[in-house]
C-alpha cells in the first residue's frame, strides 16, 4: 500500500487538486484508491462521491487516524487530505503512516512566504528529518510564460529544504472537471494530454521513493 500525505499552511492552494488528480490517475491504472479527507471543507471526499458510473470508482473516508484502520486490506493507493495550516499535532496521525509527503506551492510572494515557514517546521519533524519520511514540492497554478511563475520557481529550488519534482500550469480544467467527480486522468483527449504530463515527473518520483 503506498501513502500519500498532502499538506500546507494554507487554504486554496491547490492540496484538493493534487488529491483527486493522483486520484483519479491511479483509478484509471487499476489501482485501488482510496481518499481520506481530513479538511473540514471535505473538497476530496465530495469529489469522490461525485464520480460518475462510466469512471473507475474511488472509496472516500472522513479524516482521522482511525479512517486509516477502516480501509480495505487490498487497497493499493491512499490519498490523505489534510486540512489547511495543520501543525504537527494535526499531522501526527498520519505522519508515522505516510510513504511520501507532497506540498503544494502558490507563485506569490506571500504564498512562498507562508510555504517555506511551513517547510522549515517539517523539516523538524523525526521521520522527515531523518531522511525516513521523503518530501517534495509541487508548483500549482503556474503560468510558465510568465516572470512570477519563473521567479517562484527558481525561488523555491534555491531556498526550500526539499525538491521541486512537478510544476503544473493554471487551468480551469481541474476546476470544472472536479466539479464532476473527474479528473484529467479520466480522458485521453489531445486537449488534456498536455496538462497530464505535467504530472509525469511528480508520478516518477512517488514511484522512486516507494
Request: proline share 6%; hydrophobic share 40%; aromatic share 6%.
Amino acid at each position: 500500500m503506498l501513502r500519500v500525505l498532502v499538506a500546507s499552511s494554507k487554504g486554496g492552494c491547490g492540496k484538493s487538486t493534487l488529491v483527486t488528480q493522483l486520484a483519479s490517475h491511479w483509478a484509471q491504472d487499476n489501482k485501488r484508491t482510496a481518499i481520506i479527507d481530513g479538511d473540514p471543507q471535505g473538497s476530496s471526499y465530495r469529489w469522490a462521491t461525485l464520480r460518475p458510473d462510466n469512471v473507475p470508482g474511488v472509496l472516500a473516508l472522513e479524516g482521522g487516524r482511525k479512517a486509516l484502520d477502516k480501509l480495505p486490506q487490498d487497497t493499493e493507493r491512499v490519498l490523505i487530505d489534510t486540512a489547511a495550516g495543520s501543525q504537527q499535532k494535526e499531522l501526527e496521525p498520519y505522519l508515522e503512516h505516510a510513504d511520501v509527503v507532497l506540498v503544494p506551492a502558490l507563485p506569490s510572494s506571500f504564498d512562498l512566504h507562508a510555504t517555506l515557514q511551513f517547510l522549515d517546521h517539517l523539516r523538524g519533524i523525526s521521520r522527515i528529518k531523518r531522511g525516513k519520511l521523503p518530501v517534495a514540492l509541487v508548483g500549482n497554478r503556474l503560468k510558465p510564460w510568465t516572470h512570477a511563475s519563473q521567479e517562484a520557481i527558481a525561488q523555491l529550488a534555491e531556498e526550500a529544504p526539499f525538491p521541486v519534482v512537478a510544476q503544473l500550469r493554471d487551468t480551469q480544467a481541474y476546476v470544472l472537471l472536479t466539479s464532476l467527480g473527474k479528473g484529467i486522468f479520466d480522458y485521453g483527449s489531445e486537449q488534456v494530454r498536455g496538462h497530464q504530463q505535467d504530472w509525469t515527473p511528480l508520478l516518477r518520483w512517488i514511484k522512486r521513493q516507494h
